[in-house]
């Protein structure tokens, strides 16, 4: 069993940052890929940023890019997703996730709210 907990959501202005963390416990003896998921209101859950531990390369949405920085702690079994220039439609559920041989895992999600 593998268990994710996410925390750091809130209510955040927009322009302000916000930084998600995510602790793995449990089995995880090798991990494949770490990344951050969302879904908005209405929407469909969409990837925002992940990271191929085989190769540690990174892949972010569009519509991240330049504003979210996807990093990992290895020692900790932790993937952080700092958040910067944030905007309205940023707001979502944020999930954590990781493939731990070759199986998803999801975290409870966290509530992220851009708003004034």
């Known amino acids: 069993q593998v268990q994710l907990v996410e925390s750091g959501g809130g209510l955040v202005q927009p322009g302000g940052s916000l930084r998600l963390s995510c602790a793995a416990s449990?089995?995880?003896?090798?991990?494949?890929?770490m990344g951050w998921f969302r879904q908005g209101p209405g929407k469909q859950r969409e990837l925002v940023a992940v990271?191929?531990?085989?190769?540690?390369?990174?892949n972010y949405a569009d519509s991240v890019k330049g504003r979210f920085t996807i990093s990992r702690d290895n020692a900790k079994n932790t993937v952080s997703l700092q958040m910067n220039s944030l905007k309205p439609e940023d707001t979502a559920i944020y999930y954590c996730?990781?493939?731990?041989?070759?199986?998803?895992?999801w975290g409870q999600g966290t509530q992220v709210t851009v708003s004034s």
């Open positions: 449990g089995s995880i003896f090798r991990i494949n890929a």
């Open positions: 996730s990781m493939v731990v041989a070759g199986r998803s895992h």
């Open positions: 990271i191929i531990i085989s190769d540690e390369t990174t």
